[in-house]
C-alpha cells in the first residue's frame, strides 16, 4: 500500500513541482529557498499521505502546505514587514482565487498566475549571471522536475558535473539578490536563447524519455508546449520563438501514432499518420509561416528551431512515408550543420543523408562520428549504425551494433525495440 502512495506521491511531484517552487518563489524571492520549501511539503505528504490516503487533490494539497511553509519561514525573519509588504499584493491575489484547501481546485485566473510564475521562474534561472550550461540545468531541475541522472544524459556529461552547476547556480542567484521577475525591454533578448534551449530539452525528454518503463512523458511536452506558446505571446516579434512553437506544435502531432496498443515505440516511417493529431500539424505549419515571415521582414536567415520546424513540415506534408522529400530534408540538414554544428545534428544529417542517397552515404558520416567522444553513450549512434549496416545487408555487423545500443539504452522501452530489431535480423 505505502509503494504505491510513494508512486503517487511521486507522480504528483514530478507533475506539480515547478509550478509548486514558482509559487513560493513569488512568495520569498528566492529560487534555492523556494525549492527547499517545496521539498518540505514534499517531505510532509512522504509522512502523512501513507497514514491518510492521497487527497484527492494531491498538487493542491502540496501548494498549500509549501506555501504554509513559506509564511512560516517569512514570521521567522526579521524582515518580515518589509517581505510581507513586497509579498502583500500578490497573497491577496492568490486568496480572490483559491477556496478553502482547494477542494474546487484551480479558476481559470488561477491557472494564469500559475503560467505568469512559471515565466518568472523559467527567466530567472536564466539569468545571465550563470554559465549557458548552468541556465539550462538549473531550469530543466526547477521547470521539468527532472533528476540529475536525466540532465546528465541530454547533456551528454557526468552526472556530478550536473549536480554541481544547479547547486552553484541557486547559490549565485541567492547571493547576488537576483530579482523573481520576467525581464523586459533589451534585457528580454539577451536572455530570451537560453530559454528556447530549456524548453526545447523539456520538450525532448517528453517526447522520448531518457529513463524509465515509458516511451514518453506526456506531462513535460505539454508543459514545454504550454510554455513555448506563452513566450510566443510575450516577444511576438521573435522569429525563434515561433520556430520553436512550430518545431514542438509539429512533433507532438505524432504523440498518438508513435506507441502501439502495448505502448512499445512505433518509429516515424512506420507510424499510421491517419493518427497525427491534424490541428497541432496545422497550429505548427502556421508558427513556421510566422517565423518565415519575421525573418523574410528582417532580412535575416532562419534559426536552428525554425531550421528543425521545416524538416518537420516535410514529415507533416508527406501523406505517406514513401513520400518524404528526403532529398529537401537532407539539405535542410546541410544548413542546420552549418548554421549550429553538433555531433547530434551530425547523426540526424546522416539519416536523412542515408535516405536521400542511400546507405552507404549516411554510414560515411556515421564512422566519422564514431571517432567522438561526446557519443561514446550515446545510444542512438550505435542504433542508427546497426540500421544502416542491416540495409547494407551486413548482418552480423548490424546485430554487433544493435546490441552495442541496447546496452547504452536506458529507457526500457528504447532496449525493448533494439532487442526486436536483433531479432529481426536474418540468422547469420
Known sequence: MHSATHQAIATVWRMESAKIVGAVARMVRDIGLAEELAQDALVSALEHWPGTGVPGNPGAWLMTAARNKALDRLRREKSLEGKLEQIGHDMEAQEAHLVPDFVDGLDAAREAEIGDDLLRLIFTACHPL????????????????LTTHEIARAFLVQEPTIAQRITRAKRTLTEAHVPFEVPRGDELGARLAS????????????????AGEDWMR????????????????????????????ALMELQASRTAARVDASGRPVLLLEQDRTRWDRLLVTRGLAALERAEA???????????????AEIAAC??????????DWVRIAAIYDALARLV???VVELNRAVAV???????????????????KSLQNYQWLPSVRGDLLARLGRNSEARAAFEQAAQLAVNLRERELLIERIRQLPAG
Open 315 to 324: 514529415h507533416a506534408r508527406a501523406r505517406t512515408g514513401a513520400e518524404t
Open 195 to 210: 530559454v528556447l534551449e530549456v524548453v526545447y530539452l523539456v520538450f525532448n525528454e517528453g517526447y522520448t524519455a531518457s
Open 130 to 145: 550563470l554559465s549557458t550550461e548552468a541556465r539550462v540545468a538549473l531550469t530543466l531541475k526547477l521547470l521539468g522536475g
Open 294 to 308: 519575421l525573418c523574410a521582414s528582417h532580412g535575416q536567415a532562419l534559426g536552428s528551431y525554425a531550421l528543425q
Open 218 to 245: 506526456p506531462a513535460l511536452t505539454d508543459e514545454a508546449l504550454r510554455l513555448g506558446r506563452m513566450l510566443a505571446g510575450l516577444a511576438p516579434g521573435e522569429p525563434e520563438v515561433h520556430g520553436l512553437v
Open 341 to 343: 554544428p553538433s555531433p
Open 354 to 372: 542515408s535516405m536521400a542517397f542511400g546507405p552507404a552515404a549516411g554510414l560515411t558520416i556515421i564512422d566519422v562520428l564514431n571517432t567522438d
